[in-house]
């Protein structure tokens, strides 16, 4: 993945916290932020029908993402489901190009052509945005291949959710990325639902970290509420992956705050389930006291807070006002030229 071409705020730099840097603390509150407040306006847009099929917002999983890509590195992928928007902003793609994207325009990363479930991005190496459930398993899988073949010492990073984790190609998939080695980290977000169906109503197991053991596959349970401990696992499976031992398994436990998608009443989850979760295990407040007990001034927050909102005010305007594709577009991107 590319860097994020996000510009931190002035810090002392190097003051540590234990073992997290002052630095490091106010880049993933800042990436956090950029990720919830997106899409809170992503949520918006939607509602005043500016964005069109579907949207599933990442709202209350933000640790997840930005905790995996700080223990990426330059060249490796990103593949993941519908549920994409957080991944392409951690992985460092352009804020109005996602939006754009969203609202179907030009300027958008895909031309406008691929909407919220399909995006894409060569350039920061981010593989999509798929909409079948368990699909990105396999191409996943595939990209791990390819890194094998090259021998370029890449790592795909395959995110997928508890309700795919279910899927018969996922199992595929792990066969043969043991079997060969491939360098793959499998991110299983269980975020405790599948559309309306709780993990436990659907799953004969619900330790999802040990859906590799029959194929000799590690694999740890992280709380993905918390962006340090999301790290800390993700380099322990990025080098695990990295060196040559195979593939590796991520359990994040996390919660989405929203409904699945757009049209979801959520009837089956008590609104004291979800406050329970906001108001005791939300990733941005954790990282706020952190801030607040390293000597970050409210002043220095609200900055931050201020510059995040400018930078989606604008994505939101760019992508109101970038023009719809033209119809011979409708041609174009279908197949790739070999
Ligand atoms: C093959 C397939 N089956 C069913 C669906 C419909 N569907 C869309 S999302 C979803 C639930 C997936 O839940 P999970 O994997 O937990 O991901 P989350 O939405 O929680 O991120 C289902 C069943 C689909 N898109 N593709
Ligand atoms: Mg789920």
Known sequence: MARAAQKDSKTDSGKKLSNVSRDDLLKYYRQMVLIRRFEERAGQLYGMGLIGGFC???IGQEAVAVGMEAASKDGDQVITGYRDHGHMLAAGMDPNAVMAELTGRSGGSSKGKGGSMHMFDIETGFFGGHGIVGAQVSLGTGLAFADF???NGNVSFTYFGDGAANQGQVYESFNMAQLWKLPVVYVIENNEYAMGTALARASATVNLSQRGSSFGIPGETVDGMDVFAVKEAAERAAEHARSGKGPYILEMKTYRYRGHSMSDPAKYRSKEEVDEVK???????HVKTMLQQAGVSEDDIKTIDNEIKAIVL???????????PDPSELYTDVYLEA
């Open 56 to 58: 599933h917002l990442y």
């Open 314 to 324: 604008e994505a939101v305007e760019f992508a109101q006002t970038s023009p719809e």
């Open 279 to 285: 108001t005791t295990r939300d990733p941005i407040d």
């Open 149 to 151: 073949y090259k021998q």
